[in-house]
């Protein structure tokens, strides 16, 4: 019989046998017997691993196979992170929003927006930051410096105009629900013409700061950002934005639904002079009393509910919509209690001090006492006497039982009509106003820490609030996407069939993932900041042959975990 000769290569055979998959790996040459072409099998594999098999059939290739410690890793940069949020900022049509075209600004301009959302720093620790990340090299800013940062700043505020139109084409629609709040943060430093000492609500009394309105859509999705002097009332801020929203946006009809401080009477009657011009605020306690006292609100009305519709003639045109939560009721009635508690005592330390003659003076009797009084805010509650060698104290129980009668109450007040709101819908409306108390929480402190601001000239300040806003546009999207994931509730479209007036309850299925910190699969449950820690365990390695410097090299990047590739897949979801 003739030696035959030619390549041998490895053929798998798969069969399925009662229900069963059965494998079988042969060395084989494939030789011409007249014309017919024969295999001849020169080997069988199957016994040996798989790996081992996979190496032969590369070798057989002619595939050149080099041992894996041949190989070193020159670095490792972070990829998982900065991916997830890239993905997010491409399906947003970022860029577009920016930029007609593609420039080097707006490179920048995303590369500092993206690294806000995962790891906000000052400007010079950015360009030191994001060199950890694929983020640099993928946006081609990797040798960008702080000057360079600061004016894509000054580039992006040129355009704020035109990219907050855009935003409020996407979202806003005429007729529709627009949020508005305001906050303020503090600054590092004592230069910046719109820094000035104001109401803080950061409780730093001896810093001064800035004011800045947001405005969202009925979702809390942000849609622009005013920035006005520390020393802006707030009531104020309203009609700027609201001029803004129908002149600039081109929206003549709007809803604006702000808070009890927010919109005032004073704002009111500017804005009852707007044609198109609606609103959803709340009465103050002054007012509910008023109402009270003079028999239009009756409490006996919600015995049998939670909610009913009066009208008044102090507010001609408008619907008032009394609500009454007993379980808020509870919790106001037992913190009055608290802080009553606290401050008797403390009063009553003073009155030892001044019967032991440890204390004496009106003057200095009366400095120790307003100092106590005002810690816990309940002053009006109670009535001093006052001399150079007593002081006596008393609780007005008449007024802390007026106080008391309204506990759990609260007054909507609108001039939308009821044939297009109705009162269910106005209190759902009102009570919106958390996602944009959400929208300040995560830009002041949890994520985005627009504070302190340590920019000295006012256009930086206002461009680093816009860049701020923009990444919360950002983050806002992809806390949406990832809601699967995170403790978040899923059941969104339960908001606008519960009671409205009803402490809000979660779902079955959230409370399932609150109490056992897992999903159905038995995977983690993740706050958003974990998730992204998590994302950034998926590296970008470059690497090359060992003891070769000149070497070419190539990447490699970590193969994902399920749970990884998942949460990758909800980015590609967003629109």
Same mark, same amino acid.
């Given at each position: 019989?003739?030696?035959?000769?030619?390549?041998?290569h490895v053929?798998t055979?798969?069969r399925h046998?009662k229900?069963k998959?059965?494998q079988s790996h042969l060395?084989?040459?494939?030789?011409?017997a007249?014309a017919?072409v024969r295999k001849?099998?020169?080997?069988?594999l199957?016994?040996?691993?798989a790996?081992?098999?996979?190496l032969?059939?590369r070798?057989?290739?002619a595939?050149?196979?080099?041992p894996?410690?041949?190989f070193?890793?020159?670095?490792?940069?972070?990829?998982?992170d900065?991916?997830?949020v890239?993905?997010?900022?491409?399906?947003l049509?970022?860029?577009g929003? @920016?930029?007609?075209?593609?420039c080097?600004e707006?490179?920048?301009?995303t590369?500092m927006?993206?690294?806000r959302v995962?790891a906000?720093?000052t400007?010079?620790a950015?360009t030191?930051w994001?060199?950890t990340?694929?983020?640099?090299e993928d946006?081609?800013?990797?040798?960008?410096?702080e000057? =360079?940062?600061y004016?894509?700043m000054?580039? @992006?505020?040129d355009?704020?105009?035109?990219i907050e $139109?855009?935003?409020? +084409?996407?979202?806003?629609?005429?007729g529709?629900?627009?949020?508005?709040?305001?906050s303020?943060?503090?600054?590092?430093g004592t230069?910046?013409?719109? *820094?000035?000492?104001?109401?803080?609500?950061?409780g730093?009394?001896?810093k001064l700061?800035?004011?800045?309105g947001?405005?969202?859509d009925?979702?809390g999705?942000?849609?622009?950002?005013?920035?006005?002097?520390?020393?802006?009332?707030?009531?104020?801020?309203?009609l700027?934005?609201?001029?803004?929203?129908?002149?600039?946006?081109?929206i003549?009809e709007?809803?604006?639904?702000?808070?009890r401080?927010?919109i005032a009477?004073?704002?009111i009657d #500017?804005?009852?002079?707007?044609?198109?011009?609606?609103w959803?605020t709340?009465?103050k306690?002054p #007012?509910?009393?008023?109402?009270l006292?003079?028999?239009a609100?009756q409490?006996?009305l919600f015995d049998d509910?939670n909610l009913f519709?009066?009208?008044?003639?102090?507010?001609?045109?408008e619907?008032?919509i009394?609500c009454?939560?007993p379980q @808020?009721?509870m919790? !106001? *009635?037992?913190?009055?209690?608290d802080? @009553?508690?606290?401050?008797t005592a403390?009063l009553e /330390?003073v009155?030892?001090r001044?019967?032991?003659g440890?204390?004496?003076?009106?003057?200095?009797?009366?400095?120790r006492v307003?100092?106590v009084?005002?810690k816990? /805010?309940?002053?009006?509650h109670f009535t001093?006497?006052?001399?150079?060698?007593?002081?006596?104290?008393?609780?007005?129980?008449?007024?802390v039982?007026t106080?008391a009668?309204?506990d759990?109450?609260?007054?909507?007040?609108?001039?939308v009509p009821a044939?297009s709101?109705?009162?269910a819908?106005a209190?759902?409306?009102?009570?919106?106003?958390?996602?944009?108390?959400? *929208?300040?929480?995560?830009?002041k402190?949890v994520?985005l820490?627009?504070r302190?601001?340590?920019?000295r000239?006012a256009?930086?300040?206002?461009?680093?609030i816009?860049?701020?806003?923009l +990444?919360y546009?950002?983050?806002?999207?992809?806390?949406?996407a990832?809601?699967?994931?995170?403790?978040?509730?899923?059941? $969104?479209?339960?908001k606008?069939?519960r009671?409205p007036v009803?402490? +809000? /309850?979660r779902?079955p299925?959230?409370?399932?993932k609150?109490a056992?910190?897992?999903?159905? =699969?038995?995977?983690?449950v993740?706050?958003?900041?974990t998730?992204?820690q998590?994302?950034?365990s998926?590296?970008?390695?470059?690497?090359?042959? !060992?003891?070769?410097?000149?070497?070419?090299?190539?990447t490699v990047?970590?193969?994902?975990?399920p749970?990884?590739?998942? *949460?990758?897949e909800?980015? /590609?979801r967003?629109?």
């Open positions: 019989m003739p030696k035959r000769t030619g390549a041998v053929v055979t798969t046998y229900g998959i059965y060395l084989c040459r494939s030789y011409r007249g017919h001849e099998t020169v080997g069988n199957s016994h040996l691993p790996h081992i098999i996979d032969i059939r070798a057989l290739r595939e050149a196979l080099i894996a410690d041949q070193e890793v020159v670095r490792s940069v972070a990829h998982g900065s991916h997830a890239l993905t997010a900022i491409d399906k049509g970022f860029e929003l @920016l930029s007609a075209r593609r080097p707006a490179d920048l301009v590369a927006v993206a690294a995962m906000p720093h400007k010079l950015t030191r994001w060199q990340r694929t983020l640099a946006l081609g800013v990797r040798d960008a410096s000057d =360079d940062l004016a894509a000054d580039w @992006l505020l355009r704020e105009p035109r $139109q855009r935003l409020a +084409a996407r979202h806003l629609a005429p529709g629900l627009v949020l508005y709040d305001v303020s943060s503090y600054f590092e230069t910046c013409p719109l *820094a000035k000492r104001g109401y803080n609500r950061d730093k009394r001896d700061q800035v004011n800045y947001l405005v969202t009925g979702r999705c942000p849609v622009a950002v005013s920035v006005f002097e520390g020393n802006v009332s707030d009531t104020t801020t309203l700027p934005d609201v001029q803004r929203l129908r002149e600039r946006f081109g003549r709007v809803v604006i639904v702000g808070d401080g927010m009477q004073t704002s #500017q804005m009852k002079t707007v044609d198109g011009l609606a959803i709340a009465l306690s #007012q509910i009393q008023t109402l006292t003079g028999g609100l409490l006996g509910r519709e009066l009208r008044h003639p102090a507010y001609p045109g619907r008032l009394a009454r939560n @808020l009721a919790l !106001r *009635a037992r913190k009055r209690q802080l @009553l508690a606290a401050t403390e /330390k009155q030892r001044v019967t032991s440890r204390l004496r003076g009106r003057a200095e009797i009366g400095l307003g100092r009084i005002n816990y /805010k309940v002053a009006k001093v006497t006052i001399t150079d060698a007593r002081f006596d104290f008393a609780v007005r129980t008449a007024r039982e106080e009668a309204i759990g109450v609260y007054v909507i007040r609108t001039n044939v709101l109705t009162a819908d209190v759902r409306h009102y009570k919106a106003l958390s996602q944009v108390e959400r *929208a300040f929480r995560s830009l402190t994520d820490h627009i302190p601001i340590h920019h000239l256009d930086r300040v206002r461009s680093h816009f860049l701020c806003m +990444a546009y950002v983050e806002w999207h992809m806390r949406e990832w809601r699967p994931l995170l403790f978040a509730d899923e059941d $969104q479209a339960a606008v069939t009671d009803a402490p +809000a /309850k779902s299925a959230a409370e399932q609150a056992t910190h897992q999903l159905a =699969d038995g995977t983690p993740h706050c958003f900041r998730l992204l998590d994302l950034s998926i590296v970008r390695n470059r690497c090359r042959a !060992r003891g070769h410097e000149d070497a070419p090299t190539f990047t970590t193969t994902p975990t749970e990884q590739r998942h *949460a990758l909800l980015m /590609k967003i629109a």
